[in-house]
């Protein structure tokens, strides 16, 4: 009997350890369970918030170019808009014929208002009554001189602490603006007529920094320059020049191309831009 007792005491005692272990397997299972479904979820919102962050820069570069692309819209319907009012200004003619058949020219010449007389092409008109009239036309002579001179220069009175991939500079304070070519909103020149022009652009990088950048005539790039003081604890300064025949309506502008830090600008060296047109 007391074998029994001793027996059945061993065997319950077992199963107790038995129980606990298999609970402790048990626990380990599910903990890892849980583990490996959090990790899982938290992969899968990682993910969802990586394909959200890609979808809204993209969505941010799509506004950004559709924003360049109406300003030089709207820069062009400008300029069009002033050469159409020269246009109609110059086209104002009047001719004057006096009853000897002289021709009086009243023409604007770029130096002083000039009365010119032609006596070629006499005509003289008569009336029903067999009397004679004279036909007046007023000429008014466009200036040889109009959009010829164009000159700028600007620089930027601020820095700028990593602009972005595509940033269009901004330079804001204009020291010469001849033609009014140049807009120092968006930092866009403007051609008002056709010829060759020549840009420069300068570039100031701070401590440890660097700055890509680039002259774009029409969205396509004819100048690059690098100013790199990345490894060096000093300012560098950068410098490109552009020699490019434009027509009427056609913009520049220099954008950063790539940058890590400052581009600088201060009191006492200049971010610029300038540009004149070949006479």
């Known amino acids: 009997m007391l074998y ?6 061993c065997q319950e005692d077992f199963d ?19 583990e490996k479904e959090v990790k899982a979820q938290m992969e899968e919102l990682k993910n969802g918030k990586k394909i959200q962050d890609e979808t809204i820069n993209a969505l941010k570069s799509q506004v950004r170019s559709e924003r360049q692309y109406r300003e030089e819209l709207e820069t062009r319907l400008k300029v069009l808009e ?7 200004r110059s086209g104002a003619e009047t001719v004057e014929k006096d009853s000897e058949g002289k021709e009086t020219v009243l023409g604007e010449s770029t130096k002083d208002n000039a009365l010119v007389t032609s006596e070629n092409n006499t005509h003289q008109t008569r009336n029903h009554h ?10 008014t ?3 040889t001189n109009a959009h010829s001179q164009v000159a700028f220069y600007a620089y930027m009175s601020h820095d700028l602490h990593s602009p972005s991939t595509g940033h269009v500079l901004v330079f804001d304070v204009v020291e010469t603006n001849v033609g009014s070519g140049y807009n120092h909103y968006n930092g866009v020149f403007t051609a008002p007529s056709q010829g060759p022009y020549v ?12 700055v890509y950048s680039e002259l774009r005539v029409n969205n396509r790039p004819l100048g690059k ?6 490894d060096i604890h000093d300012e560098h300064i950068g410098s490109g020049v552009v020699v490019a025949v434009l027509n009427p309506g056609d913009v520049v502008r220099v954008r950063v191309a790539g940058s890590s830090g400052t581009l600088a600008s201060t009191d ?3 971010t610029s831009f300038a540009g004149w047109k070949l006479n």
């Open 141 to 143: 002579g466009q200036d």
């Open 4 to 9: 029994a007792v001793v027996f059945v005491a």
């Open 130 to 139: 067999g009397h004679s009239s004279s036909i007046k036309r007023f000429v």
């Open 16 to 34: 107790f350890q038995f129980n606990k272990s298999e609970l402790s397997v048990l626990d380990n299972y599910v903990k890892k369970l849980v």
């Open 199 to 210: 840009f420069s652009w300068t570039v100031v990088s701070w401590f440890n920094s660097y």
């Open 268 to 270: 006492r060296i200049y």
């Open 225 to 230: 320059i690098i100013t790199n003081s990345q």
């Open 82 to 88: 002033g050469q159409r009012d020269c246009l109609q």
